[in-house]
Antibody
Framework: EVQLVESGGGLVKPGGSLRLSCAASGFTFRTYTMTWVRQAPGRGLEWVSSISSSSDYIYNSDSVKGRFTISRDNAKNSLYLQMNSLRAEDTAVYYCARVGSLLGLVNNWFDPWGQGTLVTVSS | QSVLTQPPSVSGAPGQRVTISCTGSSSNIGTGYDVHWYQQLPGTAPKVLIYENTNRPSGVPDRFSGSKSGTSASLAITGLQAEDEADYYC???????????FGGGTKLTVL
């Protein structure tokens, strides 16, 4: 069974840092582009960042550029999101997702998704 | 303000047909990038419903269908059931932003 399990969420003060992890199982992790998508409370989905299978290509949304860093460890079947200079508007459930096909990010969809981990930025 | 525009809400009675629109522009759907649709039931993670404009993953009922034309796409749901009550999101790629874009989401209410 393909499974993604996020961890690392929690309460952090504005300006602080947090590192999210996503443990993957049930598929050949090293061959798929991976993504982080977030959802603020009561709001819609927002794409955050994506990384190609061998980390050659990294894509970031303008809202997190310069603050968030996506990375992966194919030997550990794990995806990460290092979040620095956190702001109140970064408060959201963060989902880890795999792309649906072995193509890159363009024209690809996200399937499956993890259950999400909540990040709360507040003083 | 989302790059892809969806109606905030739609509703229909059980058994009826509803459609949800997703309007983009020449830098995303109009360029020819594929549109994908997700269903998010309350308190759960999104699940892909339609991929590559018209394709249904195994396990998704054929009551759900997708279409795309010009700078817009649509999700149609026929034979509405109470269990279809959820939030629906469209997704594509935007060349101007060099990234993935989502619609703002549409809440479907089954009356």
């Amino acid at each position: 069974e393909v499974q993604l399990v996020e961890s690392g969420g929690g309460l952090v003060k504005p300006g602080g840092s947090l590192r999210l992890s996503c443990a993957a199982s049930g598929f050949t992790f090293r061959t798929y582009t991976m993504t982080w998508v977030r959802q603020a409370p009561g709001r819609g989905l927002e794409w955050v960042s994506s990384i190609s299978s061998s980390s050659d290509y990294i894509y970031n949304s303008d809202s997190v550029k310069g603050r968030f860093t996506i990375s992966r460890d194919n030997a550990k079947n794990s995806l990460y999101l290092q979040m620095n200079s956190l702001r109140a508007e970064d408060t959201a459930v963060y989902y880890c997702a795999r792309v649906g096909s072995l193509l890159g990010l363009v024209n690809n969809w996200f399937d499956p998704w993890g259950q999400g981990t909540l990040v709360t930025v507040s003083s | 303000q989302s790059v892809l525009t969806q109606p905030p809400s739609v509703s229909g009675a059980p058994g009826q047909r509803v459609t949800i629109s997703c309007t983009g522009s020449s830098s995303n759907i109009g360029t020819g990038y594929d549109v994908h649709w997700y269903q998010q039931l309350p308190g759960t993670a999104p699940k892909v419903l339609i991929y590559e404009n018209t394709n249904r993953p195994s396990g998704v009922p054929d009551r759900f269908s997708g279409s795309k034309s010009g700078t817009s796409a649509s999700l149609a749901i026929t034979g509405l059931q109470a269990e279809d009550e959820a939030d629906y999101y469209c997704q594509s790629y935007d060349s101007g932003l060099s990234g993935v874009v989502f619609g703002g989401g549409t809440k479907l209410t089954v009356l």
